[in-house]
């Protein structure tokens, strides 16, 4: 009996071993970019290079499956309203698809539609066999439920990610169609050669959609379907107090802020050779007197950290990206539990 628990004892800890092997075997081979920082300064993160080369994967793939006579993926994103910055990111969404030869239409709605017609739509596009994926833009009219309206989307359609079906799924660490920003955090993190394995992982925000699955992802187990991370992972919200939040930031390795609260994070906070992963998209007056966009960390902290993402150019088109690679999922049905 003693015997079997030597060898039980012995054969955990091989395997621990090898899975903190093949983490740094996978990091490494997926590397993209020089990240050996010089004199000091972080290797900067290009979000907009690696969106680029996962898109080219994509339209790589597909043009295979077409080539061999397969109809091409079919993406419906239904707009409600006259939002402005909405119109952009569904406009820069249909943009992305004709990239990378996934067919799409913008399905564009008044303000005044009422929940019930959103819902017959949405129906409708479930129904349809041509349709792979559907996205609503949010936010959606106060006068709706936005809840109601993301599980009316069938899951193996719902390429956000936000169905409660995909998120009871990934919560289990199985495969799904997972929220697209979370799982461009994710890409970012891998390509750049990030170590994650028993590392410590702080992160700043606990949005249902942002925060929350970036932290599911850091802390989760590597060997479930959702290739998670194993950090050992603190979540920090509006209610951490300042103190407890710089104490917490000084011990991390990685760092990922969806907080929406400029100069959240500055240099002094954040651990040398820290990884830094910016969410954040706040919208201030620069000191030319003109609109700026800047994340929720103040970029001197390039100085300290090992790597760093830019806002913008960082996550955001890493979010298109992988709305790519969902609807290329589920247009492939890959996910084929539901």
Do not use: W
């Not at 992305?96 to 739509?121: F, H, M, Q, Y």
């Not at 993402?309 to 890493?318: L, W």
């Amino acid at each position: 009996m003693k015997a079997d628990c030597n060898v039980l004892l012995q054969m955990s800890l091989c395997k621990l071993m090898m899975r903190s092997v093949l983490k740094s075997l996978r990091a490494s081979t997926l590397c993209r970019l020089d990240h050996t920082p010089s004199r000091g300064v972080a290797s900067i993160i290009d979000g907009k290079k690696i969106a680029e080369d996962i898109k080219m994967e994509i339209k790589a793939e597909i043009d295979q499956l077409t080539s061999g006579g397969q109809r091409q993926p079919h993406l419906s994103v239904v707009l409600v309203g006259d939002d402005p910055a909405s119109a952009v990111y569904v406009r820069n969404k249909i943009n992305a698809c004709k990239r990378v030869g996934i067919n799409s239409e913008a399905i564009v709605k008044p303000s005044a539609t009422s929940e019930t017609e959103l819902l017959d739509t949405i129906s409708a596009l479930n129904e349809n066999p041509g349709v792979d994926g559907i996205l609503v833009q949010l936010p959606v009219p106060e006068h709706m439920n936005e809840r109601v309206i993301c599980n009316a989307i069938h899951p193996s359609k719902d390429v956000d990610g936000f169905h409660v079906v995909n998120v009871g799924r990934f919560v289990q660490d199985m495969d799904c169609l997972m929220p697209c920003t979370p799982l461009g955090v994710q890409q970012l993190i891998i390509r750049s050669g990030v170590e994650t394995f028993g590392k410590n992982a702080v992160v700043c925000g606990r949005s249902k959609n942002v925060g929350m699955p970036i932290a599911m992802l850091l802390h989760a187990d590597g060997e479930g379907d959702t290739n998670a991370f194993d950090a050992t992972t603190t979540l920090c919200h509006r209610y951490t107090p300042p103190e407890q939040l710089r104490r917490f930031v000084q011990t991390a390795d990685i760092v990922v802020t969806a907080a929406g609260v400029v100069n959240l994070i500055t240099a002094d906070m954040v651990k040398p050779g820290c990884c830094v992963i910016d969410v954040g998209i706040n919208r201030i007056v620069g000191p030319n007197g003109k609109p700026q966009i800047v994340g929720d960390v103040d970029f001197e902290v390039r100085q300290v950290a090992g790597h760093i993402t830019p806002v913008p150019g960082g996550v955001g088109p890493m979010t298109v990206a992988m709305l790519m690679k969902n609807t290329l999922r589920a247009y492939k049905k890959e996910v084929n539990e539901f």
